[in-house]
């Protein structure tokens, strides 16, 4: 093949796609519902005022969740390209926009160099001159990185349930209170052959069903997992509302506290809202790349958003009664899932069999989602590098695996990556945290709001809210442009154009409101805004705001 351009074609013309639109919603439920839905929705909602929580979260999915998945889906589905390559297909070919943040940026780096932080300065400047060069390619090129790094934590937080699996299974998992139980989960997490041990075996599940493809491995085992995920979580329910006691943990979890709600807690919402959806990095660009012309984008994004929240409630229903009725406190935030629930089940009749579904349940969810990250990666390998997938999703796998090792040894201390943490320290001058909080705190408090907030500029106002909405409402002509009022009243027919449409409601969205509140949480996130009315106890430091720091922070601050 001498021309690379026809070799392209050719590569481009036998893509893979969903078998229908069942095979790209289970798909992309099985990326968004993972540990932030059964780990971490329930806690914060437990901190933040229970029933009016969720009544914020609900607004923040409506009114910015599906919005902006609706803009990843279109990018996907029109460029049929991985993130680099949707934002490179659609790059105008000169951007003011983008130059002058490129500028921008650049200038910050002078700056930076100027006061001495050599390493901050660097990443600046070589940042802003990416922008400049390759203007809003650099956007896809952050979500791939993105993928990158939160797959390599995220496994290891799946490697841990694996484990747990394991060990409950094999009766090892019965303690009287949640102290036994956090030694028992720091001697866990905190032993390397272990922890390495549980992250390869996640990393090659992932890799397995990445490596077979879209349609006979993720789609394959998307409609195999998301449907057991379902029963053992209704299993899990029934046994937690059934037992005594329960009845206070359900009002813990859903009474309305609206004393509780403050500025930082609708930002927690949105931020999770944007977690949770697995938007912000392009995994929805990625599964929608392998969407059909025909499927219907707002039914297919709409779906997907109610199949992720009902989740999220339903794990707060699984979770606090039966912590409750053991008389278990339900603010253990972060720790939760791995040292609280051991304890709990410890309680219970056939104890060992609860964990062993409670702990399936996480593995199960997590691996969906660990697939989405991964393929992100591979696809861009596949598409913009030409790679055949199997060499691409082992190579990327592997590469991950390395670096999430590094995660594992070193979760509570850096004594055994003393060399990585002299380097940090002498290029940023100062470092925070493990590596394992280091990789979650940049991937998730500025890779990924900062990524969505740049997906719903480029789609709003440079690749135009015109044209994407052209790619929705091919395969959603009956009711893209109706009347909200007909749509409503159910007698929507194509080719009626309302005032108030669905499509004219979102363009306005992902325009004005969808990127102001991405921007107002990240900044609140990076301390640059605060607000007078701080809650009177912060649950925890580090205020998980925009994109909510990963589920998996879990990690370390419990193994401390
Ligand atoms: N949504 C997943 C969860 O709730 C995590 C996740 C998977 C994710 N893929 C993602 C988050 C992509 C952001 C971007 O646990």
């Known amino acids: 093949m001498g021309n690379p351009e026809k070799g392209r074609r050719i590569m481009a013309n036998v893509r893979e796609q969903w078998s229908g639109g069942w095979g790209f919603i289970l798909a992309a439920a099985g990326s968004a519902i993972g540990l932030g839905n059964i780990w971490k929705f329930p806690y914060i909602t437990g901190e933040n005022g229970g029933g009016a929580f969720v009544l914020i979260y609900l607004l923040c999915i409506a009114a910015i969740g599906l919005p902006v998945m609706l803009c990843e889906m279109a990018l996907g589905r029109h460029t049929q390209r991985n993130p680099v390559g949707a934002f490179k297909m659609l790059n105008p070919a000169s951007c003011r926009v983008a130059h002058g943040v490129g500028a921008a940026i650049c200038i910050g780096g002078l700056f930076l160099l100027a006061f001495k932080w050599w390493g901050w300065g660097v990443v600046a400047l070589c940042l802003g001159m990416a922008i400049f060069r390759w203007r809003w390619v650099v956007v896809g090129v952050m979500g791939v990185a993105a993928g990158f790094i939160i797959l390599a934590f995220y496994s290891v937080v799946g490697g841990w349930t694996i484990g747990y699996i394991v060990l409950a299974a094999s009766g090892r998992l019965n303690f009287a209170d949640v102290a036994a139980a956090d030694a028992a989960f720091v001697s866990f997490a905190g032993h390397p052959a272990w922890a390495i041990g549980c992250h390869a075996v996640f990393m090659a599940l992932c890799i397995g069903i990445v490596y077979k493809g879209v349609r006979a491995g993720i789609e394959r085992w998307s409609k195999i997992l998301m449907p057991l995920m379902f029963v053992l979580l209704l299993v899990l329910i029934l046994r937690g509302l059934t037992l005594p006691g329960a009845r206070a943990g359900v009002q813990f979890y859903l009474n309305p506290d609206f004393s509780r709600i403050t500025a930082q807690s609708v930002l927690i ?63 253990a935030g972060t720790g939760l899932v791995f040292k609280v629930i051991p304890a709990v089940f410890f309680h219970v009749p056939l104890g060992a069999f609860w964990a062993v579904l409670f702990f399936l349940l996480l593995a199960v969810a997590a691996l969906t989602s660990g697939v989405s990250l991964l393929e992100v990666v591979t696809a861009y390998f596949v598409d913009e590098r030409g790679w055949t997938r199997a060499r691409a999703a082992a190579a990327v796998g592997a590469g991950i695996f390395g670096m999430g090792c590094l995660c594992a040894i070193s979760l509570n201390d850096w004594t055994r990556l003393a060399w990585l943490h002299t380097v940090l320290l002498k290029v940023f001058g100062s470092v925070k945290g493990s590596f394992f909080d280091m990789l979650d705190h940049t991937a998730s408090n500025w890779m990924l709001p900062l990524g969505g907030f740049f997906i719903t500029i480029f789609v709003g106002w440079i690749w135009s809210a015109r044209r994407a909405a052209a790619e929705i409402r091919q395969g959603g002509e009956n009711y893209a442009d109706a009347s909200m009022v007909q749509l409503l009243a159910g007698l929507n027919e194509p080719g009626d154009r309302g005032a108030v449409t669905p499509l004219t409601l979102w363009g306005i969205f992902i325009r004005f409101v969808s990127p102001a509140a991405v921007l107002i949480a990240f900044l609140h996130t990076i301390g640059w805004l605060t607000f007078a009315s701080a809650p009177p106890a912060a649950p925890r430091p580090g205020p998980p705001a925009a994109a909510a720091d990963a589920a998996p922070d879990a990690g370390p601050a419990t193994a401390r």
Request: aromatic fraction near 12%.
């Open 269 to 331: 919402a949105l931020g999770h809202a944007f977690f949770s959806l697995s938007l912000g990095m392009g995994a929805i660009i990625t599964y929608g790349s392998y969407l059909g012309k025909q499927q219907n984008l707002f039914a297919a994004g709409l779906s997907v958003v109610i199949l992720d929240t009902a989740v999220a409630l339903l794990a707060g229903l699984a979770i606090f009664p039966a912590v409750f009725a053991q008389g278990f406190s339900p603010d």
